[in-house]
């Protein structure tokens, strides 16, 4: 039995982060300390002068976990990735999770090249971004193409001495191949600077050198090259106009303004960059009813900064933030530079913010409406749900599962979550089917369920942990009715488990048409929040197991080994496997054995043979 004074009593005087526990061992809350003593110990003491959120929480606290660091530094990152991977019930989220793209610049490469990426990794590269207005970055990549034909190719031109034929970007003057000597790599080295000029917003550089080439061409005589340069100047001018928004004396700064309407709030984020204004974006904020301003601040910049690789010189926000000085210290060890939290109260960078926080209560007046109506329309939808199944708790967690295979060949299943009727594709969970050959899609089922609860009781290997089977749904739904519903209560049955399964049935169609719960079927007005839940659900899970099973079934073995056997087409194909079990098993059989599957005659039977036997 866990104590929880007992518990506290053992906590070192250290920095770190804690977790706290429900009693099915689900993860409510994370939280960092300097001293994890004397914070955790804080939730147990005073509890009426606590605020609403964490008088709630306690009482749900059965146990709880620490990790120590070495700093407050570390503990925040920590901190950060616990949340992010376990959303707890209790900690502040983003509803946001986009990871935008940047450009990367290969210079750890010789002849380096330019494309656009969303993962950012310390190779000695070079990043620009990120770019939160897609097509504009596309428009920067290809400008760069057109006026400094740098390469797009993948060849490792490390060796000198090997040699390439021209692709066809060199043809069509998109390129100059480097691949084949055409041109030196201190040429391309120039042409590289002035790349990095040009995204780093210095255009004024990079016109004025264009400009110089287009007089240079024009004062002797050669106009189809000054035009050429010309029409370069049109199009940095024009991808330019989207920063007329400047000021060059300001460093890179992030300008960060939030905006609320009773629990929904908003962070409005503008990148600044060069004293150009390069792009924003907008982020929602989950799980702030009962907490004060000051924390849903600072959790958003916590979470935010600790995601992202490029962290200005200036991060501008209207309040002061807990634990300021640490945080700076932080993100200059992050960023590899200083890193300043500035609260201005007037000039530039205060007219700044107050544009931002403009944005901001525009984006959520915008979507706020929307966001309030998908909200009450999920949970209208839960609660007729709970009414149609005569039960008095809440449907926080939905697991719907379904099997795909084509006439019975290569099975396989999909898991689909849903939390607060929403998806959860971070819990989403694929099944090859090991124990069931041919086509039973019962028998399919009662596996899938059975592994899916097993690694939930199978506390002895880092199961649990590492496919997050480690939450219990409050409903079960099956792609199907009475059959396969059947075999998933009696599996539930096995495990001791109290939870509810329902089928959903489909017409002649394959459209859905209700739930079969309890040995009936229960019809829905189709226009009913209710039932819209029920055919996303139904949809979401069918679509995930359809495209795993492509997948899957392009990468297995016999799509490439029976497609190469003269005679052997797709039906031919099917037939053997529904007919034999398996690829080894057609590898073993005589020719009068497979001329007994339907459509394959002696000739063929003997192709097979004769091309296993080779």
């Known amino acids: 039995m866990f104590n929880i004074k007992e518990e506290i009593a053992k906590l070192p005087h250290r920095p ?58 570390e503990a925040l990152i920590l901190e950060c990735n616990l949340i992010k991977t376990n959303k707890p019930k ?32 310390k190779d000695k590269s070079k990043y620009f971004g990120p770019y939160t207005d897609l097509d504009y970055m596309k428009k920067l990549i290809e400008v760069i193409y057109k006026v400094w034909k740098i390469r797009m190719c993948k060849l490792s031109l490390g060796n000198v001495s090997k040699k390439f034929r021209p692709c066809l970007n060199y043809h069509i003057g998109l390129c100059d191949a ?24 210095k255009t004024k550089h990079v016109l004025e050198v264009l400009e110089n080439k287009m007089k240079d061409a024009s004062r002797n005589y050669n106009f189809e090259e000054a035009a050429k340069y010309r029409d370069y100047i049109t199009e940095i001018e024009n991808i330019t106009e989207k920063q007329k928004m400047q000021d060059e004396t300001l460093p890179n700064q992030d300008i960060i303004a939030f905006y609320n309407i009773d629990e929904e709030w908003v962070a409005q984020v503008f990148y600044m960059r060069e004293g150009k204004l390069v792009g ?7 799980n702030t009813k009962f907490e004060e301003e000051e924390e849903i601040e600072n959790a958003f910049l916590k979470q935010y900064y600790v995601e992202t690789n490029l962290i200005p010189s200036e991060i501008i926000i209207e309040k002061d933030v807990e634990d300021k000085l640490g945080l700076e210290e932080f993100l200059t060890q ?3 530079h200083k890193v300043n939290i500035l609260i201005p109260q007037k000039g530039k960078k205060y007219k700044l913010l107050q544009l931002a926080k403009q944005n901001a209560q525009i984006t959520l007046r915008q979507f706020g409406e929307k966001l ?7 949970e209208e939808a839960l609660q007729s749900l709970k009414q149609m199944l005569d039960i008095d708790y809440d449907l926080d967690r939905i697991e719907a599962y379904d099997i795909s295979n084509i006439q019975g060949v290569y099975n396989v299943a999909s898991m689909v979550v849903y939390e607060n009727g929403l998806k959860k594709p971070s819990d989403y969970r694929k ?23 097993m690694n939930y009781f199978n506390e002895d290997t880092d199961e649990k942990k590492q496919y997050k089977f480690n939450k219990l749904p409050d409903l079960v739904l099956v792609d199907g009715g009475r059959g396969q519903l059947n075999i998933v209560e009696q599996a539930l049955r096995n495990f001791e488990l109290d939870i509810i399964a329902c089928g959903i049935v489909k017409d002649d169609k394959h459209n859905t048409r209700g739930l079969y719960y309890k040995g009936k079927e229960m019809i829905m007005d189709k226009d009913s929040e209710v039932f819209k839940l029920l055919v996303r659900i139904q949809d979401e899970v069918h679509r995930f197991a359809i495209e795993y099973f ?51 005659n002696k000739k063929i039977a003997e192709n097979v043979w004769k091309y296993f036997r080779n």
Not at 22 to 38: F, Q, S, T
Not at 435 to 447: A, R
Not at 574 to 584: A, Q
């Open 550 to 600: 492509r997948q899957a079934y392009t990468k297995t073995e016999f799509v490439s080994e029976l497609d190469k056997i003269e005679g052997i087409g797709k039906t031919r194909r099917i037939r053997l496997l529904k007919y034999f079990g398996s690829l080894d098993k057609i590898k073993k059989a005589t020719v009068e054995e497979m001329e007994k599957v339907d459509g394959m």
């Open 280 to 286: 924003r974006e907008h982020y929602f904020i989950n």
């Open 334 to 336: 992050k960023a590899g």
């Open 90 to 121: 209790y900690n502040i989220l983003l509803k946001d999770d986009k990871r935008y793209p940047y450009i990367k610049m290969t210079l750890n490469e010789k002849f380096p090249r330019i494309y656009y990426t969303r993962n950012y990794v």
């Open 431 to 453: 099944f090859k089917i090991r124990s069931v050959i041919g086509p039973d899609d019962y028998s399919c089922m009662k596996e899938v369920i059975e592994r899916r609860f």
């Open 178 to 201: 480097p691949c084949t000597g055409k041109i030196s790599e201190e040429v391309y080295d120039n042409r590289v600077k002035e790349i990095i000029n040009f995204l780093d917003g």
């Open 16 to 73: 770190g982060v804690y977790i706290m526990k429900n009693l099915n061992e689900e993860i409510i809350y994370v939280g960092k300390a300097k001293d994890l003593r004397k914070r955790v110990s804080q939730y147990f003491i005073n509890f009426e002068r606590h605020d609403i959120k964490t008088r709630k929480m306690v009482p749900n606290i059965s146990e709880f976990e620490y990790i120590v660091t070495d700093s407050e530094s």
């Open 372 to 378: 309030k109506s998908e909200k009450e329309k999920r």
